[in-house]
Nanobody
Framework: VVQLVESGGGSVQAGGSLRLSCVAS????????MGWFRQAPGKEREGVAG????????YYADSVKGRFTVSRGNAAKAVYLQMNSVVPEDSAIYYC???????????WGQGTQVTVSS
Protein backbone atom coordinates (compact mmCIF):
# COMPACT_ATOMS: atom_id res chain seq x y z
CA VAL A 1 0.00 0.00 0.00
CA VAL A 2 1.37 3.38 -0.96
CA GLN A 3 1.45 5.93 1.83
CA LEU A 4 1.80 9.66 1.27
CA VAL A 5 3.34 11.66 4.10
CA GLU A 6 3.02 15.44 4.10
CA SER A 7 5.04 18.00 5.99
CA GLY A 8 5.58 21.74 6.06
CA GLY A 9 2.19 23.09 7.03
CA GLY A 10 1.76 25.70 9.73
CA SER A 11 0.82 29.28 10.40
CA VAL A 12 2.07 32.24 8.41
CA GLN A 13 1.16 35.87 7.99
CA ALA A 14 -0.33 37.17 4.78
CA GLY A 15 2.37 37.89 2.24
CA GLY A 16 4.64 35.20 3.64
CA SER A 17 5.75 31.84 2.28
CA LEU A 18 5.43 28.16 3.10
CA ARG A 19 6.78 25.04 1.46
CA LEU A 20 4.81 21.82 1.60
CA SER A 21 6.45 18.46 0.98
CA CYS A 22 4.96 15.05 0.30
CA VAL A 23 6.91 11.82 -0.01
CA ALA A 24 5.45 8.50 -1.07
CA SER A 25 6.52 5.24 0.54
CA UNK A 26 7.19 3.89 -2.94
CA UNK A 27 6.71 4.80 -6.57
CA UNK A 28 4.26 2.86 -8.72
CA UNK A 29 3.07 3.19 -12.27
CA UNK A 30 -0.20 4.54 -10.89
CA UNK A 31 1.48 7.76 -9.74
CA UNK A 32 1.91 9.51 -13.07
CA UNK A 33 0.32 12.55 -11.43
CA MET A 34 1.13 13.97 -8.01
CA GLY A 35 -0.33 17.14 -6.65
CA TRP A 36 -2.11 19.09 -3.96
CA PHE A 37 -5.75 19.60 -3.12
CA ARG A 38 -7.15 21.72 -0.32
CA GLN A 39 -10.34 21.96 1.69
CA ALA A 40 -11.40 24.94 3.75
CA PRO A 41 -14.15 24.73 6.39
CA GLY A 42 -17.57 24.59 4.76
CA LYS A 43 -16.13 24.27 1.27
CA GLU A 44 -15.56 21.42 -1.15
CA ARG A 45 -12.13 19.99 -1.76
CA GLU A 46 -10.47 21.71 -4.71
CA GLY A 47 -7.41 21.09 -6.80
CA VAL A 48 -4.56 23.50 -6.16
CA ALA A 49 -1.61 22.36 -8.23
CA GLY A 50 -0.10 19.23 -9.67
CA UNK A 51 2.61 17.86 -11.89
CA UNK A 52 3.04 14.83 -14.12
CA UNK A 53 6.10 12.58 -14.21
CA UNK A 54 8.89 14.36 -16.04
CA UNK A 55 7.80 17.72 -14.71
CA UNK A 56 6.90 19.28 -18.04
CA UNK A 57 3.13 19.23 -17.51
CA UNK A 58 1.74 21.12 -14.57
CA TYR A 59 -1.65 22.26 -13.37
CA TYR A 60 -2.54 25.30 -11.26
CA ALA A 61 -5.84 26.59 -10.00
CA ASP A 62 -6.50 30.14 -11.21
CA SER A 63 -6.46 31.39 -7.63
CA VAL A 64 -2.82 30.37 -7.09
CA LYS A 65 -1.25 31.00 -10.49
CA GLY A 66 1.81 33.21 -10.19
CA ARG A 67 2.07 32.61 -6.44
CA PHE A 68 2.48 28.84 -6.01
CA THR A 69 4.98 26.53 -7.69
CA VAL A 70 4.65 22.76 -7.81
CA SER A 71 7.56 20.43 -8.48
CA ARG A 72 8.41 16.76 -8.46
CA GLY A 73 11.48 15.09 -7.02
CA ASN A 74 13.09 12.14 -5.26
CA ALA A 75 12.80 9.80 -8.23
CA ALA A 76 9.22 10.92 -8.81
CA LYS A 77 8.17 9.82 -5.32
CA ALA A 78 7.87 13.34 -3.95
CA VAL A 79 5.92 16.45 -4.75
CA TYR A 80 6.51 19.92 -3.36
CA LEU A 81 4.42 23.06 -3.21
CA GLN A 82 6.15 26.40 -2.78
CA MET A 83 3.56 28.89 -1.59
CA ASN A 84 4.50 32.56 -1.90
CA SER A 85 2.50 35.72 -1.28
CA VAL A 86 -0.08 33.75 0.64
CA VAL A 87 -3.44 35.29 1.49
CA PRO A 88 -5.99 34.38 4.18
CA GLU A 89 -8.08 32.62 1.53
CA ASP A 90 -5.28 30.07 1.19
CA SER A 91 -6.06 28.78 4.69
CA ALA A 92 -7.18 25.16 4.45
CA ILE A 93 -6.14 21.59 5.00
CA TYR A 94 -3.82 20.67 2.16
CA TYR A 95 -3.85 17.09 0.92
CA CYS A 96 -1.20 15.40 -1.14
CA UNK A 97 -2.59 13.17 -3.87
CA UNK A 98 -1.28 10.74 -6.45
CA UNK A 99 -2.82 8.84 -9.33
CA UNK A 100 -2.80 8.24 -13.06
CA UNK A 101 -4.18 11.74 -13.67
CA UNK A 102 -5.57 14.79 -11.88
CA UNK A 103 -9.07 13.38 -12.19
CA UNK A 104 -8.14 9.85 -11.14
CA UNK A 105 -6.56 9.88 -7.69
CA UNK A 106 -5.62 6.58 -6.11
CA UNK A 107 -3.73 7.74 -3.05
CA TRP A 108 -4.31 10.51 -0.52
CA GLY A 109 -2.22 11.88 2.30
CA GLN A 110 -3.61 12.63 5.74
CA GLY A 111 -3.55 16.37 5.20
CA THR A 112 -1.59 19.26 6.68
CA GLN A 113 -3.09 22.46 8.03
CA VAL A 114 -2.13 25.80 6.54
CA THR A 115 -3.35 28.93 8.32
CA VAL A 116 -2.75 32.40 6.92
CA SER A 117 -3.42 35.34 9.21
CA SER A 118 -4.09 38.86 8.01
Amino acid sequence: VVQLVESGGGSVQAGGSLRLSCVASQYTGLMNFMGWFRQAPGKEREGVAGVYVGGSTTYYADSVKGRFTVSRGNAAKAVYLQMNSVVPEDSAIYYCAAGPSRSAINYWGQGTQVTVSS
